[in-house]
């Protein structure tokens, strides 16, 4: 294999297999067709790989963030090269058959990336993430190819304002529900709308893309800081710069993703997001990513430890008072480091600058007078933002989010519905009421598919002011957003004969999180007796494709076929 110079440094690349040798002159003359030289050739040659649409906020100013990506490149002696993926909006998906869409996309971004890179045999890849599950995949590809690589996030929104307060679309959502109500009238509801979305970013509480951003620190992926920016800031730019530099470094140094996703930075990220009360939906992209890493010993369970033995210290929404933008300002994910350091709660690890873990964080400064994150011995909660419970109800385990209030139990009467749109229906009309436990069924990975989130669902019922006094429970998943007692990704899904397909209304549920129980009053087995399961929604087609290859929420709902024998 032939060698090559990046900044002074000798290295074997992976990019030889395409330009190195007589038989390759083919392929040479090809890219000097597209502006690349003799020197060219001999230094790494980089992917940059965008999600960039402007189909809303999340990830339109991804195209402009990939230009000093590319100098930062050029700077440190590699070759940027281009290539582009797909994005779903969860947030304007929401509520509707679209939002299948939303986690297939996971899948399809991450072999995308792989097709790529792999493809044409290159020495390293940035990938530029912003909407929720453009995050996840980018750590899952990484994990998957173990090709030198950075993850680079577009940012969060800035804050929209209405009426002196400072609104993320998490309001609007919970607007809606507040109108049906009768508590705001239409006029107010537009002006909310209006307002909630004021440019470029991601959404900017500590939703799913913000705890994904968080998590990809934490894992070492991204560099310390670099996420926290939001996205329309002056500091963008530089940042994007010096993680282009970044990722030519970690080719030079041959730097994998592997030696920064183990299990113990996993552990780390997962600390992190309970200390923040972060979307339950790291849990499922937190499994993939260990999933595609072939860390079997990371699972569900680690989860409810963490937990239970880690307090919120971050004020943020949606359960708190805070935004991304507020966190950036105090300090940022280091400012969450220090305090994680400081009550030896987190352990050491490599990450893609060459420093460790807790190097980058000392770096890190907290803004005098910050009240966005608090200190161990004075938490906003006294334990983390989910558990992980097993039961009659969910043999393989559920995902119960506790983020916006401190109830640990609840007991109620079954409300069951076939999907969201006829449970929807049904709470704009003002039909949910105190103490029931909604079920919405049919909405797992497989029998959605695609494992819907139910914000729609579950901001209606803030706006009603029935957060905190009926309990909600699906095979599908919540919004980041979303907050009450809410319990998702229970597994076995309907779809697989699962518990939650012989419920049926009336029936008492018993949820104790301190227990990790949730049961029901109902011989479930006998109502089982000659179940067949329904014909897919879909027989053709992605949607069919992403149905007849996914495994268990679980274990993380990926479609890599080695995790397909459960």
């Known amino acids: 294999m032939a060698t090559a110079v990046a900044k002074g440094k000798t290295m074997s690349k992976r990019s030889d297999a395409i330009v190195t040798g007589r038989d390759r002159s083919a392929a040479r003359a090809m890219l000097r067709a597209s502006g690349m030289t003799d020197e060219s050739f001999e230094g790494p040659i980089i992917a940059v790989f965008n999600t960039w649409t402007n189909m809303g906020p999340c990830n339109m100013n991804l195209d402009k963030l990939a230009v000093p990506v590319r100098a930062g490149i050029r700077a440190a002696g590699g070759t940027p090269v281009d290539f582009n993926s797909i994005a779903v909006s969860d947030g304007i998906t929401m509520g509707s058959d679209g939002m299948r869409a939303s986690l297939m996309s996971r899948e399809v971004i991450c072999d995308s990336i792989e097709l790529a890179v792999r493809g044409h045999s290159l020495d390293g890849v940035i990938i530029l993430v912003g909407c929720d599950k453009t995050i996840p ?326 706006g009603q002011d029935l957060a905190d006094h009926v309990a909600l429970i699906t095979d599908g998943r919540f919004s980041g957003a979303s907050y009450g007692f809410v319990i998702g990704h229970v597994a076995p899904e309907a779809a697989h004969g699962g518990p939650i397909a012989f419920v049926q209304d009336g029936d008492l549920i018993t949820i104790d999180v301190e227990a990790q129980t949730i049961n029901v009053d109902a011989d479930l087995k006998v109502r089982a007796e000659g179940w067949t399961p329904s014909l897919p929604r879909d027989t053709v087609g992605a949607y069919a494709k992403f149905a007849a290859l996914v495994g268990s929420a679980s274990k993380g709902a990926v479609t890599s076929f080695p995790f397909q024998q459960d």
């Open 137 to 462: 995949a980018a750590g899952m590809a990484l994990a998957r190819m173990n090709v030198p690589g950075v993850v680079l996030y577009g940012g969060s929104i800035m804050p929209g304002h209405h009426n002196g307060k400072d609104l993320s679309v998490q309001d609007v959502f919970e607007a809606v529900g507040a109108c049906a109500a009768g508590i705001i009238d239409e006029d107010e509801l537009k002006d909310i709308e209006k307002a909630a979305c004021p440019g470029a970013g991601a959404c900017g509480g500590q939703f799913t893309a913000n705890s994904m951003a968080m998590a990809m620190t934490f894992l070492g992926l991204s560099p310390m800081g670099t996420n926290d920016i939001p996205a329309v800031h002056e500091d963008k730019n530089r940042s994007a710069y010096d993680a282009g530099v970044c990722v030519v470094d970690c080719v030079t140094h041959n730097r994998e993703p592997r030696q920064m996703i183990t299990q113990q930075s996993l552990m780390n990220a997962a600390i992190a997001l309970s200390a923040t009360a972060a979307s339950t939906n790291a849990i499922l992209h937190l499994l993939a990513i260990a999933s595609e890493a072939g860390i079997t010993e990371f699972n569900i369970d680690a989860f409810d430890h963490v937990s239970r033995t880690t307090p919120v210290i971050g004020d943020l929404k949606p359960g708190g008072k805070y935004m991304a933008y507020d966190l950036y300002s105090a300090g940022g994910s280091g400012l969450i480091g220090q305090k994680l350091v400081a009550d030896g709660r987190i352990v050491d690890q490599p990450t893609v600058t060459g420093r460790s873990l807790f190097e980058e964080i000392a770096d890190s400064h907290e803004t005098d007078g910050q009240d966005v994150v608090r200190e161990f011995n004075d938490p906003v909660k006294s334990r983390g933002g989910y558990g992980i419970l097993y039961g009659d109800l969910a043999p393989e385990g559920c995902v119960v989010k506790l983020a916006g209030h401190g109830a640990l139990n609840f007991e109620g009467r079954a409300r069951v519905f076939e999907s969201e749109e006829a449970c929807f229906e049904v709470v704009q009309n003002n039909g949910i009421h105190k103490g029931d436990v909604v079920i919405i069924r049919n909405e797992g990975p497989r029998g959605g598919p695609g494992m819907r989130e139910m914000l729609g669902v579950t901001a209606a019922l803030v």
